[in-house]
């Protein structure tokens, strides 16, 4: 939970930061340039949805709280609105990619008695950090709205094939959940999420 939330923040936090230097300050006014994991949280979608499928293995889709960007501050509105969205899951794989550089250096040896050492218990946090994160990342990048992929895909259609993708936006979470129900999830995230993987550089 702890690394979930650790990387649901690094994702929010790059959608703000990002939209601020397209020229966007609405996420800073708002403090959502920030690391602070309570700035980021939605109490139902970031805690207890997770919980509740940690716990149980429902099938239920957490959140973190939107970050708000008006498209008439960014200079470029349909290409810097793409490129805000694409900053989460970017920040994602980069946090991915650190996680299995640092794991990759470090001597990992197992815990012996009478001789504790931490780093067992962070090998298997950064583990999980890369496992994550790169799950979040390709997750993210579903090209159906409102995920990041989708907000990606309508900045690349022409506009108006992009008007009428918009319109699926609505019905985004009924389609994710269709695809996770019918493990339509297995085919789209599985293969590019174990590909990834194969390429980090761990022990």
């Not at 994702?11 to 309570?38: C, F, K, Q, Y």
């Not at 109490?43 to 997770?50: A, H, R």
């Not at 094939?161 to 019918?182: D, E, K, V, W």
């Amino acid at each position: 939970m702890i690394v979930l939330l650790f990387s649901l923040t690094v994702h929010e936090m790059a959608h703000a930061w990002s939209a601020d230097r397209l020229g966007d300050p609405t996420a800073r006014l708002l403090g959502r340039v920030s690391l602070n994991p309570i700035v980021h949280t939605d109490l139902i979608g970031t805690i207890v949805f997770p919980l509740i499928a940690m716990v149980s293995g429902a099938p239920l889709l957490g959140w973190a709280k939107p970050v708000p960007v008006n498209m008439r501050y960014l200079h470029h509105p349909r290409r810097d609105y793409m490129l805000v969205a694409a900053a989460g899951p970017a920040s994602n794989l980069v946090l991915a990619v650190s996680a299995a550089i640092v794991l990759a250096i470090m001597p990992v040896s197992p815990q012996t008695l009478d001789q504790p050492t931490v780093t067992v218990p962070l090998a298997a946090i950064l583990s999980q950090l890369i496992r994550l994160n790169v799950l979040l990342a390709v997750f993210n990048m579903i090209p159906i709205p409102p995920l990041d992929g989708g907000n990606v895909l309508a900045g690349l259609l022409p506009v108006s094939l992009a008007a009428t993708f918009n319109r699926l936006r609505p019905y985004g979470f009924l389609l994710l959940y269709a695809l996770i129900l019918s493990d339509g999830y297995r085919y789209i995230v599985i293969p590019p999420y174990r590909f990834i993987l194969s390429w980090l550089p761990t022990q």
